[in-house]
């Protein structure tokens, strides 16, 4: 059995729901400010966006450095998280190296 980091499985889980807000902001928020003139949604939403994206960035940097991960796994992942959807393909590959062995 492998045993990996807590943090990994919290890298995954805040990529998912940061892909989610993504998705939120671009499909209710924004419409919601340019269409209705309703800004509230963007403000509170972005907030969260941003914090949720800052915080995958920093999980990110810690599974280089504390698991080893290769440089062209943390960039796939980043690069996923600015395309809608993309985190949600990603995702069984994630869950495949969360099985592999930490070096």
Known sequence: MVRVPRFLHTLRL??????VSYLLLLGIAMPL???WHEPMAVR???????????????LLIR???????PIGRV?????ASL?????????????GWLAEPVA
């Open 44 to 58: 509170v939403l972005g907030m969260a966006h941003g914090v949720l994206f800052l915080w995958m960035v920093w």
């Open 75 to 79: 960039l796939l992942v980043f690069v």
């Open 33 to 35: 400010k340019y269409v």
């Open 63 to 69: 599974a280089r450095f504390e698991a080893n991960w």
């Open 14 to 19: 805040v990529a998912l729901v940061e892909a």
């Open 83 to 95: 395309i809608p959807l993309w985190p949600f393909f990603l995702d069984r590959r994630v869950r």
